[in-house]
Every structure is written in C-alpha cells, then in structure tokens.
C-alpha cells in the first residue's frame, strides 16, 4: 500500500514538472536564424504558390502573432492540423525552437 501510494505521488510530480517545464518555455528570436531554413523556402517568397498536396497560397507569416504561430506549429506537429509537409517540419521541432521560432516571425514586418 505504501508503495503504490509513493509511487502515485512520484508520477504526479513527474507530471506536473513536465508542465511547468513547458510553460517555463521563452521563445528568443536570435536563435531562430538556424532554425527557420526549412520555413524560409516557401513563407519566404513573395506569392509563392505551393503544389503538395495541391495548389494554394502559401501564407507570409511574417508579423503574426507568437502565439499564433505556436498554436499552429504545435496542432500541425500533433497532427490536428492536416499538411504533409507542416506536419513533417513541425515534428521535427522542440518546443523551444517552435517558440524561438514564433518570437523571431513576431518581430518581422508584415508582409504586403
């Protein structure tokens, strides 16, 4: 009894350090330049269109939101949002990049 009860206490700790671990989490735009390749080939061309899995306007993403662009780089690496190649980037992603990432976009100029 006293062991199953240590180790409930111990997974709940682990779980909440986990937590607070991610919350804890800064994004720093000066160390995204190594960090944006993969997003400068196609969110760094004016009007680019892509054609996987089919033709569309590939979004600037300069000037948007931290959060936002959090939000969406961790539903595309959970797979709640649906783009093969999102999804594969993303997945690639620590969450202190996809944060380092979001505050280096934030801070750029909206693209016209």
């Not at 409930?8 to 350090?17: D, E, I, T």
């Amino acid at each position: 009894m006293k062991i199953s009860t240590a180790l409930l206490v111990l997974a709940a700790g682990a779980s909440m350090a986990g937590t607070a671990g991610a919350a804890d989490i800064v994004g720093n735009p000066k160390a995204a330049p190594n960090k944006i390749e993969q997003c400068i080939g196609c969110h760094g061309i004016p009007e680019y269109k892509g054609t996987f899995p089919e033709v569309y306007r590939v979004p600037k993403i300069g000037g948007q939101s931290a959060k936002y662009i959090e939000a969406a780089l961790q539903a595309y690496k959970k797979g709640d949002r649906n783009h093969p190649s999102m999804r594969g980037i993303a997945a690639s992603l620590s969450d202190q990049d996809i944060a380092d990432i979001a505050a280096y976009y934030s801070q750029q100029s909206p693209s016209k």
